[in-house]
């Protein structure tokens, strides 16, 4: 099955999209972390995006929805794949159902994640990962065990990502409610919509994923 992440910065999504891929085998497909891959690489797109991306705003959206027809056609999409952060736009939107249409892929359902905004800014802020494993932290609610080692590959070096400062993450979750929360009524009316509860711990949001995606 083939399906979407709806939620504000921070909501869990990327965390359950990453779950799912490791016990379901679905790919996780987030424009956030591919668009920091170009970013990283230097390439033309990753310039084009570098400043945008820091500043909280969204990229254009023919560059996104270019990069996701591309990858969705890559063979390991083919067992099932979650969008983490696209569609984020109406036309992105409009988009994806037009090129889904002429792959002849369908979108199973579409999640949309609710939660309260001012615990995802505490969440963002305070969240740092390996560096060389990619495994999340968070100075509050999840620590390394020793501190400074990651659990995972003992690693020492970690990381934040540029965007997760207070300013522009109030500004991500302005683009959020003025470009993104319109998305949420363009699935209801397809009857593809599904709200689970952002808020709930997070091996129970897992298992309803779980049943939503059988
Ligand atoms: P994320 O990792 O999903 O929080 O995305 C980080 C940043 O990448 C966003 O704040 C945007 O600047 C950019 N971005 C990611 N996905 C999209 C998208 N679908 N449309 C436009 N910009 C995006």
Redesign the pocket.
Known sequence: MNIALLGP?GCGKGTQAKRLEDRLGYLQL????M?RAEVESGSELGSA?KD??ES????P?DM?VDMISKRIDEPDCQKGFIL??????VP?AEALANLLKEKDIPLGSVVEFSVDEDAMVKRIVGRFACTFCGQGYHDDFQKPIVDGVCDKCNGTDFMRRA?DNEDTVRS?LK?YHRQTAPIIGFYENLGLLVSIDGMAEIDEITKRMETIVR
Request: proline share 8%; net charge negative; charged share 30%.
């Open positions: 910065p987030s424009t956030g972390e668009l995006a945008i991306i909280g705003k969204l990229v959206d996104i983490d952060g696209f569609p984020r736009t992105q965007d991500r683009e």
